[in-house]
Every structure is written in C-alpha cells, then in structure tokens.
C-alpha cells in the first residue's frame, strides 16, 4: 500500500468504540496513512464494530455488502474489519464476507498497518486477546469538541450470563494513572473542559494504590478540566471512595450510569450480576444523600432466560422506585459463548417487544416529570454547539448531562459554561432563557 494511502473508518456501537476508533486513527497517521471522510475516494475502508446484541452485527452485515460493492469497483481498495464483531465469530464472519482482506481484534490495533500491509493475497486476521495490552503509549486523535472521552481501563472480568463483552474485549486491565494524567494535561491545554473516563466497568480501575476514587482526584487536580464524568461504573465496585469523591469533590458532576439490567433478584442472581435489588436500591440511597441533584441513568434488558411476568413487574415496580432521568432498555439478545447462550430464549420475540415497549413508555413519562422538576431552577450549562432543533439556539449540558438549550448571544462561545433559567422541559432535553 502506497504511504499516504488514505483510510475511512466507520464506527459502530458504543463510547469505547468511538474512543477505540481515535486510537487506530493515531495508530494509521503514525505508519503514514491519511484519513478521509469519504469512503468512495478511501484506498482502505474500515469498520469498528459491535457485537453486543445481533442487531447490531446484522447492520454491520449489512453495511459490508453495500461496501463490497466500492470494492469491487477497485480491486485494490482493502476493506477490514475491527473491534468486537471480529473478536467474536471470525470464522461465521469469512464466510458471510469472504472479500475482507483484514479482520482485527481489539488487541491487534498495533499491528493494524503491518496487516494491511500482508493482505494483498489472503485475508489478513489477527483476534488474539492480549492480557496486557492497554495502548498506553498512543496519544488518540480526539475530535476538537468541548468534551473528551479517556479511556482509563480495558476489558471486563465480571462474565455477566448474558454478556459478551469479557469473551471479545479480553480480561480487565487499567492504564497507568500517570498515562492517564498527561492526555488529560493535553486535552486541557487544546482547550476541552470536559473529561468523561471510560471503561466497560471503569470504577473497577486501579492501578497499583490508585483506585478509581484517587483517580477521579488526580484528574480534578488538571487546569483548565472544568468537568468530570465517567461510565459504565458497575454497582458492586461503587465502593466509599467513588462516592466520595463524587460529593467533596466538585469537577465530578452529579450524574451516575448505573445499569440496573432487571428488577427482580432472581434474575439478576441468573444473570450473575453480584447485587440484590436491595443492595441496589440502598445504593441509590447513599449515593442520594451524598451528591444533592444526583441524576441516574440505567441500562434494562427485558425477556431475559426465564423472566416471567412477575419478574418484568418486578422490574417495573425497580424503575419507578429509583426514578431514573433516562434509559438505555434492550431485548434480550442470544449471544454466542456466553454462560446463558446455552440456556436458549424463553421469552418469545413478540413478548419482548411487547415489554420493551411498555418499559419504554413508562420511562418516558419519568424523565418527563424528572425533567419538568427543573422549570424554574437555575443551572450551569456547558455550551458544545449549535441546536440541531431550536432556531437561534445553543446546545449544552447542565451538571446532569441533561440536554439544555440557550439562546444564542454574541458573547458566548463553544466552552463557555453559563447560568440560565430553566423555563420549559420535554422528555429529552431542558429549554432555558438567559439572566
Ligand atoms: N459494563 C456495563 C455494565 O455492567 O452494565 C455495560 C456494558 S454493555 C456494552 C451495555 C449494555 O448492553 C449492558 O448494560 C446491557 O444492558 C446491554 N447488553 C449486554 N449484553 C446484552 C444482550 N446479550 N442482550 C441485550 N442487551 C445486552
Ligand atoms: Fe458485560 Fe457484565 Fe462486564 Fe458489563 S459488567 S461489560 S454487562 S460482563
């Protein structure tokens, strides 16, 4: 391939994806390859990929056949894919796509430019899982946007029953506090004024003493940082000093993540989550009364292995009870190599959608009314952009991460964190007027 070969990435799935994406960016423009914009002029077309439900490796399916066509046009073009669809079920994968000339695992970005470089004849693959491998050294080549994502740890050793995750990211492992330390002093001297840390259980970190509460300590201690947040944090490892450094310490915004998954105890013990939804709910509870205007999110999967009716109220019943501000809800996905995958579904594809929908109509209703609660008070809001909806609008997030919108005035600029007045709420964001 010749040097400044230019590459499009398309990527799928979540936060750690997009921030893995930044990473094999930096990794390409280090060996010599541009990026472009426009996978009709790419001389190599890459996806990072999700495996995490199989909705989301059927789009990618989807999207390969669309692109085997660009190939096909120029035999020359090579087309990859990365992440963990490629971790998952590369052999399933070659025979659905026999025309990709790179397949690579989360592990294998390093050696991404020397396996474009080997796949002239045969396919190049590399899904071997590394223990240690955490990308310390590659600085990610961030968007110029007010907020950041870092990510602080790599991997995930909890083999929830129904999660794929462990199986194609590999085993946990954190990054040196001190790596940690100096992108978050680069991002700030670029200007970003907020960091959000990342990790598939990111309050699992640590690093020798350093733990995740220090963690979130050492990255306030950066100037210029005005805000901090971070995700997936998992329940059982929102140990004291993660909450209190989310109280004393006041670059930590008030918003958790916490995903729930079900309601009811006996699924969660067969999901092998290592909480009750007691403990859960006395959580919630300390966490409350130490961070005022906390707001929660949570992740729900309905119509797991054996959730019968009074399982599903029981979740329900759990939603109502915490009041979350929003809700990533899912049906319940059959995932190759994981512990339930043998089991098989119990709940049929038409009972799913039918309590996928009724749990989103009620939590639609609750972040209605949680977001209404705030007409009339005053908040901070960080602005990031124009409103995409909203003539004469700026877009931002209140400590909450709540959408807010501000009228636009000629003395704000991207970065600005300003005071406004709640003035009217949907369910999805907060309109605010200027002091
Ligand atoms: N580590 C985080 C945690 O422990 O909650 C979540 C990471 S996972 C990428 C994001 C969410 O996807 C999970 O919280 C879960 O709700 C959902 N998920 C994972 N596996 C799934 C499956 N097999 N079917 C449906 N949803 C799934
Ligand atoms: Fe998946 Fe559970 Fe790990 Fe979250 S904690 S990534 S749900 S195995």
């Not at 960016?25 to 199989?54: H, K, M, P, Q, V």
Request: with cysteine.
């Amino acid at each position: 391939m010749p040097s400044l070969a230019r590459v499009y990435l398309e990527t799928y799935g979540c936060q750690m994806n997009i921030a893995d994406s930044q990473t094999v960016t930096a990794i390409l423009r280090r060996a010599g390859y541009t990026t472009t914009n426009n996978a009709s002029e790419a001389d190599i077309i890459l996806l990072n990929t999700c495996a995490i439900r199989e909705h989301a490796e059927e789009r990618v399916l989807g999207r390969l056949s669309d692109l085997a066509r660009l190939k096909h046009a120029h035999p020359n073009r090579k087309l990859g894919l990365l992440g963990c669809m490629a971790q998952h079920n590369r052999a399933a994968l070659m025979n659905k796509a026999p025309w990709l000339d790179v397949v690579a695992g989360p592990d294998s970005y390093r050696r991404l430019p020397e396996l474009l470089a080997n796949a002239d004849f045969d396919p190049a693959v590399d899904v071997r899982l590394d223990r240690t491998e955490t990308y310390a050294d590659v600085s990610p080549e961030h968007d110029n946007g007010v907020r950041a994502y870092v990510t602080v740890m790599r991997g995930c050793d909890k083999f929830c029953a129904f999660c794929v995750v462990p199986y194609v990211r590999g085993r946990e492992r954190s990054i040196p506090a001190a790596d940690i330390l100096r992108e978050v002093q680069q991002l700030a001297a670029r200007g970003v004024k907020e960091i959000v840390l990342l990790g598939q259980t990111v309050n699992a970190y640590h690093d020798e003493q350093v733990g995740f509460g220090e963690l979130l300590k050492m990255v306030a201690a950066v100037g210029g940082i005005e805000r901090i947040r971070f995700t997936s944090p998992h329940p059982s490892d929102m140990t004291p000093d993660v909450v209190e450094a989310m109280a004393r310490e006041p670059k930590v915004q008030p918003y958790l993540h916490l995903p729930l998954q079900s309601g009811s105890d006996r699924i969660l013990t067969a999901m092998g989550r290592g909480y009750t939804t007691d403990e859960y709910l006395r959580l919630v509870e300390r966490l409350r009364s130490a961070i005022p205007d906390l707001a929660l999110s949570t992740d729900i999967i309905v119509g797991f292995h054996g959730e019968d009716e009074q399982d599903f109220a029981a979740t329900l019943g759990l939603i109502r009870t915490v009041g979350y501000d929003s809700a990533f809800m899912f049906k319940y996905s059959l995932r190759e190599h994981t512990r339930a995958f043998r089991l098989g579904d119990t709940v049929s594809e038409v009972e799913k959608s039918r309590r996928l929908a009724e749990v989103i109509s009620m939590q639609e209703a609750i972040s209605l009314e949680r977001n209404r609660n705030w007409v009339g008070r005053d908040v901070m809001v960080l602005v990031e952009g124009r409103a995409r909806r909203g003539e004469g609008m700026m877009a931002g997030k209140t400590p909450q991460f709540k959408t807010a919108l501000v009228p636009a005035a000629p003395t704000i600029k991207l970065g600005d964190i300003v005071p406004a007045q709640v003035v009217s709420a949907t369910g999805h964001s907060l309109v605010c007027t200027l002091p």
